[in-house]
């Protein structure tokens, strides 16, 4: 194996290069990511992300924007496609993989984070060159999500966040590393969102809310998104020309670019985190990654139609939980912001007192 070693207490410890291995198809399984690669680096480790939409073909590659449209105006057709079993390989460039190989073994590339199973089956042909790496399947998520399902995992090592079937939270990212603002202090105001491709019910869910005093932060991904006019509203416009499996002008990837004001660019976390962490309560589907912003924002989720079972076993995890609750209960409270306090509340009970993933990826590289 090609290690490098420090010397911890008198003893040499292998010191491992990290790949971590990220897809753009959703910011789920890209954001925290980039989190893991700023925390190595942080630190002195070296790590690097890459992306598995730079490695399709310019067809499979040019395609992906008709699909992210057609999947943010018809969410039935998301979750049609969900269900169709993918074979990644065949919508791999082989030369381009081929140049990954050589970059991966040229510079001694030992650790394997994956964050989408999408990447496994590539990453296990790598093995079979270099049986010495060893591979880290991060589950960002509460249960499997769709990308692990048609791959083997039972030779894995695998790390979780979240376990809906244990009910609990096992480790915790670090996302902003800021304090928490206390619920008083908050504005009245919701978050609105979509996920990464803006995929879901939660415009259907804006009339509504507009008869309420919350001021609604609603994402934005289309100019046609942007269709309610008041003063209620402030849209949070995701610039279209950025992509997640695009480098910026520095070569490295970087957070969701939002034309607003009221977002500062900034290259440790999202910008739309700061509106997270000020409002009331997110009001989207229930992504792992959400999750992960609710937990260290202390800001509740309600909850709507999730991205197939993965997603609503997230919702299921957090209201047992009691850090979110459904839209459809919360409207038979009269929206109640009471409800929204108490959530907050619990939120605020458990700040603190999870494992940092970081801690144990330490200890394994």
């Known amino acids: 194996m090609r290690l490098r070693w420090l010397c911890v207490d008198n003893h040499l410890v292998p010191d491992l290069k990290t790949a971590i291995l990220c897809s753009g198809v959703a910011l789920g399984v890209y954001i925290p990511g980039l989190y893991i ?39 039935r057709v998301a979750l049609a496609g969900q269900k169709i079993p993918v074979d990644i390989c065949q919508s791999i460039d082989q030369d381009k993989f081929a140049a990954l190989y050589r970059y991966w073994n040229v510079n001694g590339y030992d650790y394997f984070i ?60 670090d996302i902003a590393k800021m304090p928490v603002i206390p619920f008083v202090h908050r504005n009245d105001a919701l978050l609105l969102h979509g996920g990464g491709w803006g995929m879901g019910t939660y415009q259907t869910k804006i009339p509504a809310l507009l008869n309420t005093s919350y001021h609604l932060n609603i994402v934005a991904y289309y100019e046609s998104d942007m269709s309610v006019y008041s003063d209620q509203v402030t849209y949070l416009r995701i610039l279209p020309n950025w992509e997640p499996w695009h480098t910026n002008v520095a070569g490295k990837y970087g957070f969701p670019k939002i034309g607003n004001d009221l977002l500062t660019e900034n290259p440790n976390y999202p910008g739309l985190f700061n509106i997270t962490r000020s409002v009331k309560a997110v009001v989207s589907k229930p992504g792992g990654s959400t999750l992960h912003d609710s937990l260290e924002s202390a800001t509740p989720v309600v909850f709507l139609e999730g991205f197939g079972m993965h997603e609503e076993k997230n919702a299921k995890l957090w209201q047992h939980l009691g850090f979110g609750i459904s839209f459809s209960k919360w409207e038979q409270t009269g929206f109640d912001v009471r409800v929204l306090n108490e959530l907050h509340d619990n939120l605020i009970d458990v700040q603190g007192s999870y494992p940092k993933y970081m801690d144990g990826l330490m200890e394994r590289i």
């Open 37 to 75: 690669h700023r925390d190595l680096k942080s630190i002195g480790k070296v790590s690097e992300v890459f992306v598995l939409e730079t490695l399709l073909t310019v067809e499979k590659q040019s395609r992906i924007k008709d699909h992210k449209k057609a999947f943010h105006e018809h969410f």
């Open 114 to 173: 994956l964050l989408s199973g999408f990447w496994l089956p590539l990453v296990e042909q790598y093995k079979k060159s270099i049986p010495s790496i060893k591979i880290e399947c991060l589950h960002i998520d509460s249960t499997v999500s769709p990308s692990w399902k048609n791959v083997g995992l039972d030779d894995q090592f695998h790390s979780w966040l979240l376990k809906e079937d244990e009910g609990r939270v096992i480790c915790q990212l």
